[in-house]
Nanobody, 114 residues
Framework: QVHLVESGGGLVQPGGSLRLSCAAS????????MKWYRQAPGKQRELVAT???????TYADAVKGRFAISRDNAKNTVYLEMSGLKPDDTAVYYC????????WGQGTQVTVSS
């Protein structure tokens, strides 16, 4: 059975940093294109960052220069380093693994507020 478990979310002040983790089990992450999405209240889920099997990365314009996606295949884990956080970054953050199938985690809440 496949599980993706996000962690690392929480409450942070504007300008602060957080590191999200997505730990996978039941799949070999090496084969998977990995993505982070987020969904704010009342808004559609949006793509935040992607990392290919070859570690090529892409970012939404809203987070470029502030967020960094990385992967550690030995730990079967993907990370999202977030810095310079803004209130608009408040959302539930989800990881997504895509290969022959698509798997989702349950999400982790990030709240940016003073």
């Amino acid at each position: 059975q496949v599980h993706l478990v996000e962690s690392g979310g929480g409450l942070v002040q504007p300008g602060g940093s957080l590191r999200l983790s997505c730990a996978a089990s039941g799949i070999i992450l090496d084969f998977y294109h990995m993505k982070w999405y987020r969904q704010a209240p009342g808004k559609q889920r949006e793509l935040v960052a992607t990392i290919s099997t070859g570690s090529n990365t892409t970012y939404a314009d809203a987070v470029k220069g502030r967020f960094a996606i990385s992967r550690d295949n030995a730990k079967n884990t993907v990370y999202l380093e977030m810095s310079g956080l803004k209130p608009d970054d408040t959302a539930v953050y989800y990881c997504n693994a895509v290969y022959r199938n698509s798997y989702w985690g349950q999400g982790t809440q990030v709240t940016v507020s003073s």
